[in-house]
């Protein structure tokens, strides 16, 4: 039930938070871009690769939040995260995220031509070295406006 939803509801959005941990116990929260949902994984991209991607090469364990502002609804995934870099998994999503990129800046484009306020930065211009985080999802938990929590381990 919450997979479906929050499969739904990432698909019209373009970053997601993720919490990760170095060893020393020191949480660590930064905006990633989403990629795509695929099987039981969400595939993000860092560009930076600073602090999360430091801490994931030694503590894959990772958290997932996003807030859903019309239903005041929150949302954590909980799970892993394996970090991809080269090989066959990386090319593929090498040319996926060429493709959506293209995609949203030329939805950018249009909207600043229709709301009449130009954009100044577009996906585009993410850079070309990048990483991939491959989040094996575990649990889903939804936090409802009156602070009801459901869970959803998977």
Known sequence: MIAKKIKEFLKEREFVSIATCSLNNVPFAA?????KIDSGYIYLIDYSKGKSYENLKINPRVSLSFMDTETITGYRISGS???IEGGPEYDRTRHELSQKK?????????????KGR???RFEIDIPEQFA???VKVAELVEIGHRGEIIREKL
Do not use: T
Request: charged content about 20%; proline content about 7%; hydrophobic content about 45%.
């Open 81 to 83: 995260a394996e970090v």
């Open 102 to 114: 293209i995609s949203l800046s030329s939805k950018r484009v249009i909207e600043g031509l229709y």
């Open 118 to 120: 130009p954009h100044s």
């Open 31 to 35: 905006p990633k871009f989403i990629l």
């Open 132 to 134: 991939i985080f491959k």
